[in-house]
């Protein structure tokens, strides 16, 4: 089975930008989570979706936004980019959602967006 | 405050040395327990993890970590390091059954 994919990979935007990330779970995964990883902030959960809902949200201001798509590839956008916001971002994927968690949580190789 | 520690930035240790990474959580009830590696420019690998039962749980690549409920603890430990275990450790936990708590992560080098 391919794992989580994300892309791209590497993406340097200026401050007042949009970005929007994709990420694309493990086949048969229902669940995806988004995390920022800074070495300030350590890793922080963004949201997760599951079935095209948003599950559950951490403490980010609503320029962060995401949505799934039926196929449960998901999209996380930021609007109006802060220096900041300079992050590794990462996808992770399980078969069910995490409310009631009890499924391993499979991580993609991130997305190194970088605002100047 | 709720949070999980790690107490240990950075660890060195020299290969085939033993090892183990200290992590606390400071919850209520019994979380689920999570140990992951992040090796130079990869995602999360999750090593191992503990839901309840056996208090040793064996994990990947020769990993196992002991859950102690009286000292909030769920440490990592190695018998026998080799220099491909060089990487960051995150001990994560899961307080309330919605998300993920990471703590910050301990960075192991390994001299050969």
């Known amino acids: 089975k391919a794992g989580v994919t994300q892309t791209p990979r590497y993406l340097i935007k200026t401050r007042g930008q949009q970005v929007t990330l994709s990420c694309s779970p493990i086949?048969?995964?229902?669940?995806v989570s988004w995390y920022q990883q800074t070495p300030g902030q350590g890793l922080q959960f963004l949201f997760e979706?599951?079935?095209?809902?948003?599950?559950n949200k951490g403490n980010f201001p609503g320029r962060f936004s995401g949505r799934q798509f039926s196929n449960s590839r998901s999209e996380m956008n930021v609007s109006t980019l802060e220096l900041g916001d300079s992050a590794l971002y990462l996808c992770?994927?399980?078969?069910?959602?995490?409310?009631?968690?009890?499924?391993?949580?499979?991580f993609g190789p991130g997305t190194r967006l970088t605002v100047l | 405050a709720q949070s999980v520690t790690q107490p240990d930035i950075h660890i060195t240790v020299s290969e085939g040395a033993s090892l183990e990474l200290r992590c606390n959580y400071s919850?209520?009830?019994?979380?689920?327990l999570f140990w992951y590696v992040q090796s130079p420019g990869q995602g999360l690998q999750l090593l191992l993890k503990?839901?309840?039962?056996?208090?040793l749980v064996q994990g990947i690549k020769g990993f196992e970590a002991e859950f102690k409920r009286s000292q909030s603890s769920f440490n990592l430990r190695k018998p026998s390091v080799h220099w491909s275990d060089a990487a960051e450790y995150f001990c994560?936990?899961?307080?309330?059954?919605?998300?993920?708590?990471f703590g910050t992560g301990t960075r192991l080098q390994v001299f050969p």
């Open positions: 992770a994927s399980s078969p069910a959602s995490l409310v009631g968690y009890t499924d391993t949580q499979y």
């Open positions: 086949s048969g995964h229902r669940s």
């Open positions: 979706y599951f079935s095209e809902t948003q599950r």
């Open positions: 919850y209520g009830a019994t979380p689920y």
């Open positions: 503990y839901f309840s039962g056996d208090t």
């Open positions: 994560a936990v899961v307080p309330n059954t919605d998300k993920l708590i």
